[in-house]
């Protein structure tokens, strides 16, 4: 049963054929005994897993079951689970046990969710390979020599190892996507506004937005039909009806228009990786789809706009982290300046420390109009490129990174180059667009996903975009050989 989709489980679920409790354990056993080496997970509630399977159990006994009751999942260590460490892949909140609960979580937990633990992470979802972690490196089910994306890398590989039926993740620059896209897993990142990000430790938060990560389009259909939805508590989540995600997955594709931007198959691309994609696209015009060459003239100037603007988004997030209210704090200071200087020092990694500093100096007196401000220009005219684009097509695919996961280790020293991979996921986030990835192929031996990006609030038409390719391909159906 473990490697059946949501929708297969719940169906189980509700016909009794298997219970929450029984599906809850397989998963257990399989995290036991295959996540030592893979190292998704940071905390695995195993005990609060079986009493949520029980308790799921005993309301679909009573009939008041929704899709996903009795389903077990796994939660990026960002959103704060409360009773439960919450640490964002930082030795700085190793010792954090939430006190409360996140919107998106809560819902979940809600919807009768079975919660199997917390999945590792880039430190404060900062990084592309999951490598930034205190925890250690994950390592991409497919070839464990290899990076699994990041930075929900964690939460990527839990579902494509099988040990978690769904993740949720979230994405700043790619950090659902890509590590989708590595692992051979699907991934939507949703319309910033469409989830709540209330209870979710925050990166950069003009930027940052929740979405589930799963084997199939449909499964992320039930998911985000659990996630999104106004919250007066985060200011930024917008009151836009919810449709049923689940409800236009088969819609025909005939006459879709697809637009394929030139400057996403640039130099840059590696070959196979474009091979992939193109047959993707392929299988869309045989579904009925036209494909036309568009233009996003700016996309070169998403990645000096976002390493600017995240890491000043950071540096004042993470201005909380003082060692007082949360958190780490050193052995005996000496003084105020000592305990803040040493707590910080001690509590955060250094491509943590690397943002901050970057993004303490583009807010800096003197240098913010020459940064910051222009930053935010070319955002302006990022996002003009996209709603331009979308006069002549429907929706926009691509590549979600030039290669496929790299190995482990292969560009940990050079955080520049690190930053170049992200080229074709920064700009939807910096335009506040929906994105998907779908698993596409292999290339270099190694998982491929395609990446679907649409208008603002068009969730269901990807998932019925990525559905009907699910329906013709099974790419998302192949899973790694475990040893
Ligand atoms: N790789 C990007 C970064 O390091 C994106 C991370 C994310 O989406 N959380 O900032």
Redesign the pocket.
Known sequence: MYDKTIAEQSRALASGEISSVELTQTYLDRIRQFDGDINSFITVTESLALEQAAAADQRRATGDAHAMTGIPVAHKDLFCTQGVKTSCGSKMLDNFIAPYESTVTGKFRDAGAVMLGKTNM?EF????SNENSHYGPVKNPWDKSAIPG???GGSAAAVAAQLAAGATG???????R?PASHCGITGLKPTYGRVSRWGMVA??SS??QAGPMTRSAEDAAIMLNTMAGFDNRDSTCLDHEVPDYTATLNNSLEGLTIGLPKEYFAAGLDSEVEQQVRNAIAEYEKLGANVKEVSLPNARLCIPA??VI?PAEASSNLSRFDGVRFGHRCEDPKDLMDLYIRSRSEGFGEEVKRRIIVGTYALSAGYYDAYYRKAQQIRRLIRDDFLNAFKECDVIMGPNAPTSAFDIGSMSNDPVA??LS?IY??SV?LAGLPGLSVPAGMANQRPVGLQIIGQHFDEARLLNIGHRFQQTTDWHQKSPALV
């Open positions: 880039d979802a900062m990084g592309s990041g930075s929900s979230t994405d700043t620059g790619g950090s659902i890509q990166y950069a930027l940052d976002y390493y995240a690190m930053y992200d996921t920064l986030n």
